[in-house]
């Protein structure tokens, strides 16, 4: 904010100041009736409140407006009252089941892959509807595997959104292979399909799209343009658990689904993985590769391809047999919650909640994304906005940077070995996703599985912040 601005925004605030004093009950800034008159700021807390704008000119309003602001209205980041005073629900939600079967494992000494690994992988097939799971010990080795069952290598390219985790990329980078970026769709956030087939080339190997956040990307337009050129899909659907497109569970869906169970996932065992697949032949040569390329059923020392150890242990797979027994209604909550959360936010002049493509039935809300517009909020950068935002109690994040333009992927190309393998690189413009890179608003999903009355506190929040900026 310039100093004409501020000046502006001080003598509108005074002036809102003067109205309040002579009407009460008055309608409070947050839009919400209110009973009691404005309250003034004593003495003291005003002196202290202006030392504290002299220290943090930057982002203040002047003396005349802080005056105006009774305790709760004020932002907390200006040593306001903040609208939430309680932590969201922790993460992971823990029983005693847990417990019970890490001593098990323990007392089985059996600590490797074993019949609760086989048990997970049944069970976690089942839920999603698909023949086959194979558990691994994360999200990048469920890709990493699928990736080297498709035979992916080097001078090969494999098409990826520029809106993603680093992993997605780092395991294509992983088989020596090429990551070809697209663009992002503004709207959901999520690879632009119809950018997809513009990026194929003769050397295109494998389609990558990210159900980022847990929102479905548009499968429909992916798997048309896939089957049209004849090319695998693998869903990344780390972030998707129990997500759906037209009714189907994500991963089901392409060549391979590849799953997180990291600690924040909605589905969470520290570390964990799962890649999964219809396919008999794809799904047995991904086993082997996550086997040190020992053939399944035969000797341990016969190889039938290279491989690696990725192999899930005995206590991830028992937790995850725990924490699988609350995923459905916990997605339920989320998928409530977060649709309560748009229809209050979808109100704020510049907030855009990210939206969903049609073809989307269940959302599995890993991520809450919006889209923040600093000039319906006067003015206010998105970095002032998030530290208003979690002054206010409501922990937020500005998510991704552009990965097509991170540093060290330039400092892989311009190596020895893919320099020889990829002596042209030319690297995707994707300003779309530059654009949301500056612009995102994150919330975790964590912060969607308590009662309705925290969507309230979110949205309320909000609404404070662009009431005092706008
Ligand atoms: C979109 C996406 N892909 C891949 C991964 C990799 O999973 P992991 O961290 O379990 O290796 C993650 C994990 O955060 C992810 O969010």
């Not at 002579?22 to 003495?43: F, K, M, N």
């Not at 074993?114 to 089942?126: G, I, S, V, Y």
């Not at 847990?214 to 343009?225: F, K, M, N, Q, R």
């Not at 390329?293 to 797979?317: C, P, W």
Request: glycine share 8%; hydrophobic share 40%.
């Amino acid at each position: 904010m310039d100093a004409q601005n501020r000046r502006f925004r001080a003598a509108r605030v005074s002036k809102r100041f003067y109205r309040g004093r002579e009407t009460a009950p008055s309608r409070s800034r947050l839009g919400t009736e209110r009973s009691g008159q404005a309250r003034l700021v004593d003495a003291t807390g005003l002196i202290s409140l202006y030392a504290y704008a002299m220290r943090r000119r930057d982002i203040l309003l002047s003396a005349p407006a802080l005056m105006a602001l009774t305790a709760d209205e004020k932002l907390a980041i200006l040593g306001g009252s903040p609208v939430r005073k309680t932590p969201f629900p922790s993460w992971p939600v823990v029983g005693p089941g847990e417990e019970e079967t890490l001593g098990k494992v323990v007392r089985s000494r059996r600590w490797n892959r074993n019949a609760l690994t086989r048990t997970f992988e049944e069970t976690w097939a089942k839920s999603l509807g698909a023949r086959y799971c194979l558990a691994t010990m994360n999200g990048t080795s469920a890709l990493f595997a699928a990736l080297n069952a498709l035979g992916v290598g080097p001078g090969d390219e494999v098409i990826v959104p520029a809106y993603t985790f680093v992993a997605t990329i780092n395991t294509v980078l992983m088989c020596h292979a090429l990551p070809v970026f697209v663009d992002t769709d503004p709207a959901t956030f999520q690879i632009d399909a119809r950018k997809v087939e513009g990026a194929i080339s003769p050397r295109t190997a494998c389609i990558l799209p990210v159900h980022l956040g847990g929102s479905p990307a548009d499968l429909d337009t992916i798997l048309a343009v896939a089957a049209k050129h004849r090319l695998p899909v693998i869903e990344d659907a780390c972030q998707a658990h129990f997500a759906e497109w037209r009714g189907k569970k994500v991963s089901t869906l392409g060549t391979f689904g590849a799953f997180s169970f990291q600690a924040t996932k909605n589905l969470n065992c520290g570390e964990g993985g799962a890649l999964i697949s219809n396919d008999e032949g794809m799904y047995e040569a991904a086993r082997s590769f996550h086997d040190c390329g020992r053939s399944h059923g035969r000797a341990a020392v016969e190889y039938i391809s290279n491989g690696a150890n990725l192999r899930m242990t005995d206590f991830q797979a028992g937790i995850l047999l725990e924490q699988l027994t609350r995923l459905e209604q916990q997605s339920r909550v989320r998928e409530s919650n977060a649709r309560y959360l748009t229809s209050l936010l979808s109100k704020i002049p510049g907030i855009q909640p990210a939206k969903m493509h049609e073809g989307c039935t269940r959302n599995a809300y890993h991520l809450y994304m919006l889209r923040y517009d600093a000039s319906k909020f006067g003015g206010l950068s998105r970095e002032k906005f998030l530290k208003a935002l979690s002054a206010e109690g409501v922990p937020c994040s500005p998510g991704y940077r552009p990965l097509n333009k991170e540093q060290f992927l330039e400092t892989t190309f311009q190596s020895r070995g893919w320099k020889r393998l990829y002596p042209d690189i030319r690297r995707n413009e994707c300003p779309e996703n530059d654009r949301l890179c500056q612009e995102a608003v994150w919330f975790t999903q964590n912060m969607l599985i308590g009662p309705k009355e925290d969507m309230d506190q979110i949205a309320e929040a909000i609404r404070k912040i662009g009431l005092h900026w706008s």
